[in-house]
T-cell receptor
Framework: AQTVTQSQPEMSVQEAETVTLSCTYD???????LFWYKQPPSRQMILVIR??????QNATENRFSVNFQKAAKSFSLKISDSQLGDAAMYFC??????????FGQGTRLTINP | DVKVTQSSRYLVKRTGEKVFLECVQD?????MFWYRQDPGLGLRLIYF???????EKGDIPEGYSVSREKKERFSLILESASTNQTSMYLC?????????????FGPGTRLTVT
């Protein structure tokens, strides 16, 4: 079964600095999708960024980018110019064909002003 | 925008009570999901549904059942609530067809069983 591991339960960063959240996954498939979701305090979970495994180019969305290392099964999220509104739980998730997602344990990100 | 709503943000129930958690989505999505979220464990899939009246067990279905009588509504039922079912429950939906299957989440229901 596929598994997703986020080894950093908590991270903190100074406002305007850059932070990287780690995620590794285990799969024997070659075609799949990876996601980072953000869950702000008391607010709905929203999609931050996604990556198709067949694409070599790393996905970017404004200040958010990923470092996708397929051979290493690693999918880290980099947040540049951190803002107070980035404070949230971040979940890495894996999707292989079927509609189900497998989630990691989550990383709580704190932004220090 | 896709909207997924859940009937309650906070719920307190007693052990042994029958509990209904309701989820409604307004984007005609085929697929709906129920997760529970616990610290350090992430989100774990309880049940999901690919179509009306269809359901499939997820990773932790014990103690739960579901109902999907209409496409837009997916209910999670705790037949006899227990204290170990105290948790945050999240509903999600996604369209069918081709991947990637981005899931859209509701705000969650924090259930406390005393």
């Amino acid at each position: 079964a596929q598994t997703v591991t986020q080894s950093q339960p908590e991270m903190s960063v100074q406002e305007a600095e850059t932070v990287t959240l780690s995620c590794t996954y285990d799969t024997s498939e070659s075609d799949y999708y990876l996601f980072w979701y953000k869950q702000p305090p008391s607010r709905q979970m929203i999609l931050v960024i996604r990556q198709e495994a067949y694409k070599q180019q790393n996905a970017t969305e404004n200040r958010f980018s990923v470092n996708f290392q397929k051979a290493a099964k690693s999918f880290s999220l980099k947040i540049s110019d951190s803002q107070l509104g980035d404070a949230a739980m971040y979940f890495c998730a894996y999707n292989q064909g079927a509609q189900k997602l497998v989630f990691g344990q989550g990383t709580r990100l704190t932004i220090n002003p | 925008d896709v909207k997924v709503t859940q009937s309650s943000r906070y719920l307190v129930k007693r052990t042994g009570e029958k509990v209904f958690l309701e989820c409604v989505q307004d984007m005609d999505h085929e697929n709906m999901f129920w997760y529970r979220q616990d610290p350090g464990l992430g989100l774990r899939l309880i049940y999901f549904s690919y179509d009306v009246k269809m359901k499939e067990k997820g990773d932790i279905p014990e103690g739960y059942s579901v109902s999907r009588e209409k496409k837009e509504r997916f209910s999670l039922i705790l037949e006899s609530a227990s204290t170990n079912q105290t948790s945050m429950y999240l509903c999600a939906s996604t369209a069918g067809g081709r991947p990637p299957y981005e899931q859209y989440f509701g705000p969650g229901t924090r259930l406390t069983v005393t």
